[in-house]
């Protein structure tokens, strides 16, 4: 492990501790952004020509799952800025001056950005829907008026990105908010039995007006770009199956009960659960670590052709994972579903992992059109082959 995956594990230690706090009170959790804050996490994943830490997606990853495996909430919300900032400095997608603004309020205090698409009408953005949230341009400014729901990281965001419908146009931008500009609100709604710390309230704006270079980017109709980033999503899930299997272990090298000699560690039907959670979760840590590394190593080209490979990470993970925590519960027995024992917080954390990005069944679909598509154009390649 290098030095930097060991400053962030000694970090997130202290994680676990307040996490069954801050999930009953639904509460979020500041001193663990504070402490990360302390060790320069959130400028880790910038571009090392802007200033940043420039680590890898692989070594990005490997960061998340620990954080994850002390507090998913934590990991979750932290996710997304850190992989937000790391891609629009990669692909160069906002104005450089723009960029570069942000990034040093990041470095220099430790500021989080996150995007805020989704909306109460328009469902998961990923579906396609337009904004209801407006954009209308007043001089060289814009005035926005909305409301955007699952905004996670709320109570401590300096930046958020908003999706926009731009008034007269069949347009949408994206746009940099100041959260501390006039307009804004936090409507503390957020009442979820998942990721209760999560901070993923709703964000009100009322004639919000920001500047003209604020409009940082236009969403393009149609399929989005590969998204190396999204990973962050199945190694947080990960992460949490890992926490639940150190427990469900634990539990069963230490429980006796007088029917038996020894522990129930040592009863088949335990191990072959045990043995079933391993096995997922060695499956999930290899897809998910090759995957990023080849990304890693892939030129933008590459990259593009990759989005199939990416949606199957993640649906494959989160899915194992809540197999996986499922299973560790059935070896603690009843007591795993007591409010003392940390699995139940385990069990519900990770079924929200089925409603992050991208969903299931346009993942499944996606896989089968891509596979339809290569062998047709095999089969083709072969006729012709043979006419010749």
């Not at 040592?266 to 959670?277: H, S, W």
Request: charged share 25%; aromatic share 6%; with cysteine.
């Amino acid at each position: 492990m290098n030095g930097r995956l060991a400053l962030t594990e000694e970090t997130a230690k202290k994680f676990k501790e307040s996490s069954r706090e801050h999930d009953e009170n639904v509460t979020f959790p500041f001193e663990n952004f504070e402490a990360l804050k302390a060790i320069g996490y959130p400028q880790l994943s910038i571009p090392k020509e802007y200033g940043g830490g420039g680590v890898s997606l692989h070594e990005l990853m490997k960061h998340q799952e620990i954080i994850a495996k002390n507090d998913g909430a934590t990991a979750l919300s932290v996710g997304w800025h850190m992989g937000i900032i790391m891609d629009i400095g990669e692909k160069h997608s906002w104005d450089d001056e723009k960029y570069r603004k942000v990034v040093a309020d990041v470095i220099e205090n430790g500021s989080l950005i996150n995007n805020l698409a989704t909306e109460p009408a328009t469902g998961s953005p990923t579906r396609g829907g337009r904004p209801e949230t407006t954009a209308r341009k007043d001089g060289d400014r814009w005035i926005l008026n909305g409301r955007k729901t699952f905004a996670t990281l709320s109570p401590i965001l300096k930046y958020a990105v908003i999706s926009a419908s731009i008034e007269g146009t069949d347009e949408v931008g994206n746009f940099v908010v100041d959260t501390a500009l006039k307009g804004v609100h936090i409507d503390e709604t957020w009442n979820s039995v998942a990721m209760r710390a999560s901070g993923s309230h709703d964000f009100i704006m009322k004639n919000v007006r920001v500047e003209a270079e604020d409009l940082v980017s236009y969403r393009t109709p149609g399929r989005k770009s590969p998204a190396g980033w999204l990973l962050h999503i199945p190694a947080c899930y990960l992460g949490i199956a890992r926490a639940a299997q150190e427990a469900s272990v634990n539990f069963a090298a230490e429980y006796s009960p007088n029917s038996i000699k020894g522990t129930i560690s040592e009863l088949p039907n335990v191990q072959e659960k045990l043995g079933r959670v391993e096995l997922m979760l060695m499956e999930s840590e290899h897809f998910l670590y090759s995957v990023a590394r080849k990304w890693d190593e892939s030129s933008a080209e590459e990259r593009q052709q990759m989005g199939n490979e990416l949606g199957a990470v993640k649906t494959s993970i989160v899915n194992k994972a809540v197999e996986a925590v499922d299973l560790a519960m059935r070896v603690v027995g009843a007591k795993s579903l007591s409010a003392d024992s940390e699995l139940q917080r385990h069990y519900r954390n990770v079924r929200a992992g089925l409603h992050n990005p991208p969903m299931d069944d346009m993942v499944i679909i996606g896989l089968a059109k891509g596979s339809i598509s290569r062998i047709k154009e095999a089969r083709n390649e072969k006729m012709t082959s043979n006419a010749e």
